[in-house]
């Protein structure tokens, strides 16, 4: 690109200014190999540029990995002067700000409401860089990351001491192996699902979306991928270091989360199956408020299956090491419940049992509904952000005529991704027409083929956790969508349309969240963060600067941010992040520079903490 001097001849610049919008000559081909050891050692650093024309290049902004603790990329030096972030202190590497655990253990035990969210003031919120451990690598792609995990990323071994016997996780030299069982599967997960599958449709494409309580490391979901399901799974912080952050270095969805005080973040009817493995959530007391909860979010005809305690309790009290008239009662609830859910029970046969949820109010003629408390059906059932949980069934949906089903019956995934969803076709989402709805899946499957200009390894691997900070009716999930990646669809609690449900009803998964608050996972577990309109939604709500500052802590070093946004915005946006160590280009739309909507992508740099318990770059 050719400027003019003082001396009024052209010289080219050695670089292009991060402020200059190049869309004027198309998009960007930028193609290299990634590393494929996940060590980092005698990892080439290959950069291919395609170059189309002299101004279709962006060469400061590199999508590959390095090891080497060198960030492969500079900063023009034409950068606008902004506020520089200093890392914060070595013992943060692992900080999640609302499940802190010096901050939990000075709250109130009753029904787990220590481990739930409870988030920093203003006062008491970082404002610096979370750094990585000393070693950190990129993870193995998946299906590898599912197996394998380099022990540097999360250094702690407890679990491999605590669970040896159960097959859960071993240490092996500079990895952690994970053999694929756990405390009731000793067998593997796969023979596990097997069992389940004599039950469940969960081959054919009718089970896409599954809850997992109480995860542990999560090798249920991990070993569901291959057959198609994508489990939503969840752990709380606890005494066994990792669980959560062992399930996402593998490639596994999960979030910190507990079964508590406050309701789920999901809407109702998302899960086709739920499932809990020895997860210690007493579900026979309170009320039964927890297998009520888990009935909100099951779609009608969907399934329950728990595993352990108390199944079974004749052949296992005395291994288990409690009373038989404990267990007894605590099966004898479960039972009850189930009934008042209309819960019929299908399968039990060693300590599995498995129940599936009627499909409408006409599924369950014998239940006694003057013993049974009925939610208000003048609640939404959708709106759960710090809503208290209550003992109370959620009522199915109403029917248009009589004796219809409840829902229109859901295709089977991948059929369900770009079908019609029945939120959408009932017209239940306000604002949302089966025309919008089309015409909003057309816009992003452009979208994300410029998105695969831009960045051409997006679907080679090297991305596996995916976050979709605004998602809205789950359009960019779906338009890139594929075996090598999942998507965390993010609907912000301050969205004016509660689209989350058709989303879940795409076969795609997804949450509720406030970006005023941290999100609920530990540190570098996303691999690249797709922003649509953040800041312009979030405008006099929050900070700027406090939204990038958790995108930075849960974004792995040299993991990258697609921004879409104003200009305007987004030149502040790039001014902040120039001082957080990422490396970040102004792209025009792809329909040309008079579109005021621009795209910043960016690029985090990787530097971790040093010997001295300090950080390099």
Not at 63 to 78: I, K, L, M, N, P
Not at 172 to 190: I, L, S
Not at 349 to 377: F, H, Y
Request: aromatic share 10%; charged share 25%.
């Amino acid at each position: 690109m050719a400027v003019k001097g003082n001396s009024g001849d052209n010289r080219t610049r050695s670089s292009v200014s991060l402020f200059i919008v190049v869309g004027l000559c198309g998009f960007f081909y930028i193609l290299g190999a990634w590393q494929r050891s996940g060590f980092g050692k005698g990892d080439s650093i290959a950069l291919q540029v395609t170059r189309q024309t002299d101004c279709s290049i962006i060469p400061n902004l590199s999508f590959e990995t390095h090891h080497s603790g060198q960030a492969g990329a500079t900063v023009d030096d034409s950068e606008i002067e902004a506020k520089v972030f200093q890392p914060c202190p070595a013992k943060y590497i692992d900080y999640t700000p609302c499940q802190d655990n010096k901050r939990a253990m000075k709250l109130p035990r009753e029904n787990m409401m220590y481990r739930e969210r409870h988030c920093p003031t203003e006062k008491q919120k970082l404002h610096c860089l979370i750094p990585a451990p000393k070693g950190y690598v990129t993870p193995f792609p998946w299906p590898k990351s599912r197996d394998y995990v380099p022990y540097a990323n999360a250094p702690y071994k407890s679990l491999t001491v605590e669970k040896a016997i159960q097959n859960w996780i071993q240490y092996e030299g500079n990895v952690f192996k994970f053999p694929g069982g756990g405390t009731q599967f000793p067998q593997g997960a796969d023979a596990y699902i097997d069992q389940l599958a004599s039950v469940i449709p969960i081959e054919n494409g009718t089970i896409r979306t599954a809850l997992d309580t109480g995860c542990g490391v999560a090798s249920w979901g991990a070993y569901l991928w291959k057959r198609n399901v994508i489990a939503m799974s969840f752990a709380p912080r606890d005494n066994h270091q990792a669980q959560v952050q062992f399930a996402l270095e593998r490639g596994v969805p999960a979030v910190i989360g507990v079964l508590g005080t406050i309701k789920l973040p999901y809407p109702s009817r998302a899960f086709d199956m739920a499932h809990c493995s020895r997860c210690l959530i007493p579900w026979g007391e309170n009320d039964g408020m927890y297998m009520m909860e888990v009935d909100r979010v099951l779609r009608p005809g969907g399934y329950w299956v728990l595993s352990g305690p108390p199944i079974n309790w004749k052949n296992n009290y005395e291994s288990w090491k409690r009373p038989r008239e404990e267990l007894q009662e605590e099966q004898r609830k479960i039972e009850d419940i189930a009934k008042q859910l209309c819960w019929e029970k299908k399968y039990e046969k060693g300590e599995i049992a498995i129940w599936r949820k009627g499909l409408n109010a006409d599924s369950c003629p014998g239940r006694d509904d003057s013993q049974v408390t009925m939610c208000e059906t003048t609640t939404n059932a959708d709106d759960v952000w710090y809503e208290k949980m209550e003992a109370c069934v959620t009522p199915f949906p109403e029917a248009k005529v009589p004796d219809e089903a409840i829902e229109e019956e859901l295709k089977v995934f991948p059929d369900r991704l770009n079908a019609i969803p029945p939120r959408v076709s009932s017209g239940s989402v306000r604002g949302v027409s089966v025309e919008t709805y089309m015409e909003d899946n057309k816009l992003w499957k452009k979208h994300v083929n410029a998105y695969k200009k831009i960045i051409p390894i997006i679907d080679s691997g090297r991305y596996r956790n995916i976050m979709d900070m605004n998602a809205g009716l789950g359009s960019f999930a779906a338009a890139i969508e594929s075996p090598k990646l999942w998507v965390m669809n993010v609907v912000p609690t301050i969205f004016d349309k509660n689209t989350l449900g058709v989303i879940y009803e795409r076969g795609l998964i997804g949450i509720y969240h406030d970006w005023c608050e941290a999100f609920s996972t530990y540190p570098r577990t996303y691999d690249l963060i797709h922003g649509y309109g953040i800041f312009s939604l979030y405008k006099n709500k929050c900070d700027i600067e406090d939204i990038l500052l958790e995108m930075d802590r849960i974004l792995r070093p040299e993991g990258t941010v697609i921004f879409r946004d104003d200009v305007d915005v987004l030149i502040k946006v790039k001014k902040f992040v120039t001082g957080m160590r990422w490396n970040a280009k102004m792209i025009d739309h792809e329909d040309g520079p008079l579109v005021t909507e621009k795209v910043l992508v960016a690029v985090k740099q990787y530097w971790v903490v040093d010997e001295n318990n300090s950080t390099s770059l």
